[in-house]
């Protein structure tokens, strides 16, 4: 029989998944519909290139000030709030006509974006200790990885019978009822339900910084706190990395393998799709191989439970990132083309949500918001780098000087890795008590 604990956890857990595929969706909806969207509004490539350049950006800052919000703004309200925006503003893209509508509504859904995952970390957080925090992060986060796979197909068929505008408003209605219903579903904390908190003492603030939301010197003794962290610096490294090496991948992978080897659309197509097999595959084992070594070796005073099976991620990204670059051409086996797409898939999402879990887990509860939204400013940043710096770099040199820089920079994250295996991984701890 479930306890009460674990009633509002699957209850909380239903809810942000559901709720976080339609934050996807809604997000990539554009993309998913653009071969409908060209042929009935005739956009040149530099107005797509435009229009998700803005959702982009937008999406970027939003997601850092939504990161410092979640420690102020109750993730009940964040979550549901940004959800409904998104379907609201999804509503008007499917009205619009023009393309500087469509830019501005563009930049609005990115800003309506950024507050979705802040609030879900916070509630993670907040509900789960330490060793069952990176299953039910792995399991959320896989809900991109699920509206990725279905949504354009679902979308595309939609499409067929009531046109991409059609499409995109399903898609509006579907996150605009969620939202509504999900400010009664989720609960911030178990406190909100009468149950004690599950947050050991050193995770609570002291009262002389107010839970962190104190005067102004209270604030920037918390900010310093986190700047003056060590392992703040070392964690945004990494994120940056592994958002670049994902972004490369995703974006350029398959050009480089039609444009640069020579191989067919189909094997191209082939090894995306074993790419986006394997990044859901190591979204959800990540967490849990991990929370199994957080629950035998617990909270250590240096470094991670964690780090083994993040090192062999980063050592499997490098291996396989190499294979890409040398030994995959038109004379190697189908297999190994997708062999080496699912192993990019499993190290590469498995680093990206492990760093994730690390900013927040090795945080105070009530800085662990601001934490991780610094971490994510960075991953935005590795984002950015895998963009116009590869394409340049591929068309004055070749893809294969891109998939270098690639090899390199993954290269780097694992010589870090080897450096932090003891370093004091708390973050922001200085401001109400000595780290161990």
């Not at 990494?238 to 640069?260: A, H, K, M, R, Y």
């Not at 780097?412 to 200085?430: D, W």
Request: glycine fraction near 10%; charge should be positive; aromatic fraction near 10%.
């Amino acid at each position: 029989m479930l306890t009460l604990y674990n009633q509002w956890r699957l209850i909380n857990v239903g809810t942000l998944f559901i709720g976080y595929g339609l934050y996807i969706l809604n997000r990539k909806s554009f993309v998913f519909l653009l071969p409908e969207i060209i042929e009935d509004e005739h956009l040149k490539n530099n107005d797509l290139g435009t229009i998700t350049s803005s959702l982009t950006l937008a999406y970027s800052i939003s997601k850092f000030i939504g990161g410092i919000l979640s420690d102020q703004i109750s993730p009940r309200v964040m979550f549901p709030l940004g959800l409904f925006a998104t379907g609201a503003l999804s509503l008007q893209f499917s009205v619009s006509t023009s393309v500087q509508s469509f830019i501005l509504v563009s930049f609005l859904m990115g800003l309506a974006q950024g507050v979705g995952w802040p609030a879900v970390a916070k509630v993670l957080k907040q509900w789960y200790p330490q060793s069952e925090i990176g299953l039910w992060w792995s399991l959320i986060s896989a809900a991109a990885n699920v509206a990725g796979t279905l949504g354009p197909l679902g979308l595309a068929l939609l499409a067929i019978n009531f046109g991409w505008r059609g499409a995109m408003q399903f898609c509006a209605g579907g996150a605009i009822i969620v939202a509504a219903t999900a400010g009664f579903m989720i609960r911030s904390s178990p406190t909100d339900v009468g149950l004690p908190s599950i947050q050991t003492s050193s995770d609570q603030p002291n009262k002389s910084t107010d839970d962190g939301r104190g005067d102004s010197s209270s604030v920037l003794q918390n900010l310093w706190a986190i700047l003056s962290s060590p392992a703040l610096w070392v964690i945004s490294l990494l994120f940056l990395i592994s958002n670049f090496l994902v972004n490369g991948i995703t974006d350029w992978g398959q050009l480089f393998l039609i444009q640069e080897k020579g191989l067919s659309h189909t094997t191209g197509s082939s090894f995306t799709s074993a790419y986006s097999l394997g990044a859901t595959v190591g979204s959800i084992t990540s967490g849990y191989i991990t929370d199994k070594l957080v629950a035998k070796y617990g909270r250590r005073r240096r470094g991670t439970s964690r780090y083994p099976w993040l090192l062999l991620m980063v050592a499997l990204n490098l291996l396989s990132l190499h294979t890409l670059r040398n030994y995959i051409d038109r004379e190697a086996y189908q297999e190994l083309i997708l062999l080496v797409g699912l192993c990019l898939g499993i190290a590469q999402k498995s680093c990206v949500v492990l760093f994730g879990i690390l900013a927040v887990e090795n945080s105070p509860i009530h800085l662990s918001g601001t934490v991780h939204a610094f971490a994510a400013l960075a991953s935005s940043v590795g984002g950015v780098l895998a963009g116009l710096p590869l394409t340049y770099i591929s068309q004055h040199y070749t893809w294969s000087h891109a998939l270098y820089c690639m090899e390199s920079a993954s290269f780097l994250s694992l010589v870090v890795m080897l450096l932090i295996r003891r370093m004091n991984m708390r973050i922001g701890y200085q401001s109400h008590q000595k780290t161990d």
